[in-house]
């Protein structure tokens, strides 16, 4: 937390632990810039996403209301991004970034503060049958592997039972693979990868052998059992971001938000903090906070000066970024499963896997929606295509599925570029096996006293979620506040050098 004592005896309690960190120069003409000219705000909170929106509303709770929300797209909300689909008389709006509300509450336990806001603002929301009805599939057409499918699931319960396991014994963590293969499971046909696939992958964005079998266990259980086991999946014709514009709309004024403004530099003094726009327009404040996708840090697609320390820098790229694409066809007439749900088995792991109907009497019967959603390396391939040629990848799976069927030409086509989109970078966060809880506290510790970070991949208990975005905004701002209330402050801990338990035994 903070504090306004002296460093020196938590200095002598851990000697590798630094509390803040002292101002880095910054050229002397913006340094002349922030001394003569005046601020134009308090904070300015770089992203308007679930983290930049809630991190101004909590400001605005404890009584500031000198920030602005600096945001580069039209509108707010981040990766809660829905897109007007379908030919014209037969258009809906789809959302091609996040969809569900994980985890509700369970009778008077913990509520799930983006369950609490869809409540609020009424969205439309169905519970989705994951693991009842599920139609099976593979290159030669309808199959039923209902029986890999049924036991892919007690396969993942005995991942995280086995890895809740090793954390009070202080095991070490090993890549989710490893976790499978420990734990007995061995998914050697295309019926195994594809329904583990189904467990796994589709819900981190990433692959066991990219992700942590530890933190994916334990960000899995924080969601799921401290909430509930429900998955929501929004089919609200407003857009699943309105929950959060709809928020925005009670506390926020028109000056108080900047649409339309992409950061390019962010500049760091002992004076405060200076933002560069791409159209040549400067923001000046005493703060910044940070909610950058993390994808956008590792990418450079903004630039600070001073350039952040070793700690931070070292902690972005240790964290790797998941993409989750999901893609829409409109079909003049529907021939597929009556499910909502169908799982695809191919050759290769991971080629258009998942499938969903909208065409259903749960969401937009005679909408003639289906869509298939593929991750990882696999999205990051089809972005490097034309959509032609994605499109004609599909309607090949689609004719293997159903090989009786005339597949007629799609009337619509669409998919988000998560990882080209130099806003985003990918989807969400994904916790590595090599990154440690070290690296956890740098990515969230502040730089400085000017410089703050928040966000989805900020969140050690809820990487990669939702609310995992809406407490970090929260619990940072809180802490931004009291720094701004208090006159100053030295900040969030974090670790100079991470090293190793033991040496490298190399002899």
Not at 208 to 224: D, G, K
Not at 270 to 275: A, R, S
Not at 350 to 364: K, M, V
Request: net charge negative.
């Amino acid at each position: 937390m903070l504090h306004q004592t002296s460093i020196l005896p938590l200095l002598l309690l851990v000697a590798c632990l630094k509390v803040g960190s002292l101002a880095l120069p910054i050229s002397s003409g913006a340094q002349s810039v922030l001394d003569i000219k005046p601020k134009d705000a308090k904070v300015l909170i770089l992203g308007g996403g679930v983290a930049g929106v809630i991190a101004a509303r909590t400001l605005h709770e404890q009584g500031i209301d000198d920030f602005i929300i600096v945001e580069a797209r039209p509108e707010l909300g981040g990766r809660m991004m829905s897109h007007e689909f379908g030919a014209p008389g037969n258009r809906w709006t789809v959302e091609v970034g996040a969809n569900w509300v994980q985890g509700t509450q369970t009778r008077d336990g913990p509520a799930n503060p983006i369950w609490t806001l869809a409540k609020k603002y009424n969205i439309s929301l169905h519970s989705s049958d994951f693991f009842g009805r599920v139609a099976t599939y593979d290159y030669s057409g309808p199959v039923d592997f209902q029986d890999v499918f049924q036991e892919s699931i007690k396969d993942f319960d005995r991942l995280t039972a086995l890895a809740g396991a090793r954390v009070p014994q202080r095991l070490v963590d090993m890549n989710a693979r490893s976790g499978y293969s420990l734990s007995g499971a061995v998914p050697n046909s295309p019926h195994k990868m594809a329904a583990e696939y189904y467990q796994f992958d589709w819900e981190f964005g990433a692959t066991p052998e990219e992700t942590s079998w530890l933190a994916s266990s334990w960000a899995h259980n924080n969601t799921f059992r401290t909430f509930s086991h429900e998955n929501l999946l929004s089919i609200d014709q407003r857009g699943f971001k309105a929950l959060i514009l709809e928020e925005a709309d009670t506390f926020l004024s028109q000056k108080q938000v900047k649409l339309d403004a992409i950061v390019t530099t962010v500049h760091t003094s002992e004076e405060g903090v200076l933002v560069a726009l791409a159209d040549g327009s400067e923001l000046r404040a005493d703060y910044a906070l940070c909610t950058f996708s993390l994808g956008v840090l590792q990418h450079d697609d903004v630039q600070f000066v001073p350039p952040l320390p070793p700690w931070k820098l070292e902690a972005i790229h240790s964290m790797s970024m998941g993409t989750y694409t999901k893609i829409f066809l409109q079909f003049p007439e529907r021939f597929w499963f009556d499910t909502e749900i169908a799982l695809y088995a191919d050759h290769e792991r991971g080629r258009y896997p998942i499938w969903q109907s909208l065409d259903h009497e749960a969401f937009f019967p005679g909408c003639g929606i289906l869509f298939v959603t593929v991750t990882g390396d696999f999205s990051r391939r089809i972005e490097s295509m034309e959509d032609s040629a994605v499109q004609a990848e599909i309607l090949s799976v689609l004719q293997s599925m159903f090989p009786e069927a005339t597949i007629p030409e799609p009337l619509d086509f669409y998919f988000q570029r998560w990882y080209s989109d130099p806003l985003f970078r990918g989807s969400y966060s994904n916790w590595p096996a090599n990154y440690l809880s070290e690296h956890q506290i740098n990515l969230r510790a502040n730089v400085n006293e000017r410089l703050w970070f928040a966000g989805e991949a900020t969140s050690k208990k809820h990487f990669g979620y939702l609310h995992g975005a809406h407490s970090e905004g929260r619990d940072i701002a809180l802490t931004l506040a009291e720094c701004i209330q208090g006159g100053g402050c030295l900040g969030l801990e974090h670790v100079d050098r991470v090293r190793n338990a033991l040496p490298y035994d190399i002899a």
